[in-house]
């Protein structure tokens, strides 16, 4: 039961990942879509940011085909300090 829950939920997740990158990628290769960077217009989409957000999908979809986990652990040491601990399991 959880293993097909757990399956359907990365098949849901990756098809909606995929679809983001192609949206992504038809707005770069699409001609004037996407411009360089501007400093008049600060919240414009440029390529520099659309490209590492492809980038960022295209990490995010290798992780959820691994079904990767990052766990972030918060603990506490000597007078107070929070350490945080991040562990990734694959």
């Known amino acids: 039961m959880h293993a097909s829950n757990i399956e359907a939920a990365k ?10 990158d192609k949206v992504l990628g038809e707005h770069l290769t699409t001609e004037d879509l996407v ?10 989409l440029d390529r520099e940011k659309a490209e590492l ?10 992780k959820v085909e691994d079904l990767e986990t990052v766990l ?6 000597k007078a107070g300090i929070v350490l945080p601990i991040v562990v990734h399991t694959l």
Not at 35 to 44: N, T, Y
Request: charged fraction near 35%; glycine fraction near 2%; charge should be positive.
């Open 72 to 77: 972030a652990v918060i603990g506490t040491v």
């Open 35 to 44: 411009r360089e960077a501007d400093p008049e217009q600060l919240r414009r």
């Open 53 to 62: 957000w492809k980038r960022a999908i295209r990490n995010e979809i290798h």
């Open 11 to 20: 098949r849901e997740t990756l098809r909606l990942l995929a679809y983001i």
